[in-house]
T-cell receptor, first 113, second 113 residues
Framework: KAGVTQTPRYLIKTRGQQVTLSCSPI?????VSWYQQTPGQGLQFLFE???????NKGNFPGRFSGRQFSNSRSEMNVSTLELGDSALYLC????????????FGPGTRLLVL | GENVEQHPSTLSVQEGDSAVIKCTYS??????FPWYKQELGKGPQLIID?????GEKKDQRIAVTLNKTAKHFSLHITETQPEDSAVYFC????????????FGQGTELSVKP
């Protein structure tokens, strides 16, 4: 089975711009979660989607949003980028239930200048 | 809210020695505890996990133990090899919060040949 894929792998943006990141889960997985990884804050949960509905949300400002499509693929969007948004954005997919194991993709490295 | 503390932040061992990484969680409703290995430029890779109804789990050179009373869990790697060098993360998931994981700060393991 193919793993979780994320596109693009690298991205450079400037302050004030917006960005959209994409995640394709493992085939059959219906839950997709997003995390932000930075050296200072570590891995922090952004949000989780299941069946096109946001199931859970972390403590991030409203500039961070996401959505999930009927094929379980997910996108996250960050508007009005700030320097502090520079990070590795990771997507994890799992089967539907709350006991399922999350598997991570390789991440998208975002640099905001 | 839920918090996961991980120690040590760095660990250096000689090839063939054992390595132990410890984590403590705060929410007694946590019921799932995965461990991830992250190599440079890659996403976290699941190496082992344990659920709250189990005290210990082994997979070849890797084992995880869980003490629910003390709310701590540990990763044990025996016969370490240079390819075990990476950053290791523990995580906890709270019952009834879907796929959301709370991560420890990570341990950078270095195995010297």
């Amino acid at each position: 089975k193919a793993g979780v894929t994320q596109t693009p792998r690298y991205l450079i943006k400037t302050r004030g711009q917006q960005v959209t990141l994409s995640c394709s889960p493992i085939s059959g997985h219906r839950s997709v979660s997003w995390y932000q990884q930075t050296p200072g804050q570590g891995l922090q949960f952004l949000f989780e989607y299941f069946s096109e509905t946001q199931r859970n949300k972390g403590n991030f400002p409203g500039r961070f949003s996401g959505r999930q499509f009927s094929n379980s693929r997910s996108e996250m969007n960050v508007s009005t980028l700030e320097l502090g948004d520079s990070a590795l954005y990771l997507c994890a997919s799992s089967l539907a239930d709350g006991l399922a194991t999350p598997y991570f993709g390789p991440g998208t490295r975002l640099l905001v200048l | 809210g839920e918090n996961v503390e991980q120690h040590p932040s760095t660990l250096s061992v000689q090839e063939g020695d054992s390595a132990v990484i410890k984590c403590t969680y705060s929410d007694s409703a946590s019921n799932y505890f995965p461990w991830y290995k992250q190599e440079l430029g890659k996403g976290p890779q699941l190496i082992i996990d344990i659920r709250s109804n189990v005290g210990e789990k082994k997979d070849q050179r890797i084992a995880v133990t869980l003490n629910k009373t003390a709310k701590h869990f540990s990763l044990h790697i025996t016969e370490t090899q240079p390819e075990d060098s990476a950053v290791y993360f523990c995580a906890a998931r709270i019952y009834n919060q879907g796929g959301k994981l709370i991560f420890g700060q990570g341990t950078e393991l270095s195995v010297k040949p």
